[in-house]
């Protein structure tokens, strides 16, 4: 097993998993929000490292008619596509909306896989780590702002939105003009 992978393994396995749980379902509640207030209309979602899949429960309660389709590095349920983004970005399924909670850390090439997946979907709503104090594993992306703004202005796609919340994350919104 990979290190990303055990690591991930061993997140949900995390003596404070309800702290960081609670989190998570913040974000999560946030980003349903969002996204109801993009999409009006019938929409497919896919969730890019579904984890727990909070984010189609806070969807079903704001009543969003939409596909849920959940992708993660590990099977979450008999629905979860497996999929590793680092190494299988191309089979990604298609859908309107692609989010990735909590992943972004763990993409290997920001410059390499962030175009791939921004060209597949209309928006791209995603989140990182912002501060890096504690964190023991020397395996996640630090990637910065600007570093997002250079990929936007690269493929001539909006950063339409950028909130650093009063957590340790920011979150960015990615609109695919061409789609």
């Known amino acids: 097993m990979n290190n990303k ?7 949900y396995s995390n003596k404070n998993k309800k702290n960081w749980v609670n989190k998570w379902n913040l974000r999560a509640k946030y980003i349903a929000k969002i996204i109801n207030l993009i999409f009006n209309k019938y929409f497919i979602l896919v969730d890019i490292g579904c984890g727990e899949m909070k984010i189609k429960q806070y969807l079903k309660e704001l009543n ?3 596909k849920y389709i959940p992708c993660d590095i590990i099977s979450r349920d008999n629905e979860t596509i497996i999929i590793d983004i680092n190494t299988n970005i191309n089979s990604l399924p298609h859908g309107d909306i692609a989010i990735m909670l909590g992943v972004a850390e ?3 090439n920001i410059n390499l896989t962030l175009p791939i997946i921004i060209k597949k979907y209309k928006y791209i709503i995603f989140t990182h780590r912002r501060n890096y104090k504690n964190i023991k594993v020397d395996i996640l992306n630090k990637f910065k702002f600007s570093d997002i703004v250079d990929i936007c202005h690269k493929l001539n796609v909006s950063l339409i939105y950028y909130r650093p919340d009063n957590t340790s994350y920011d979150i960015y919104i990615i609109r695919n003009l061409l789609i």
């Open 5 to 11: 992978k055990q690591f991930i393994l061993e997140i």
């Open 64 to 66: 969003c008619n939409f």
């Open 106 to 108: 763990y993409i290997d």
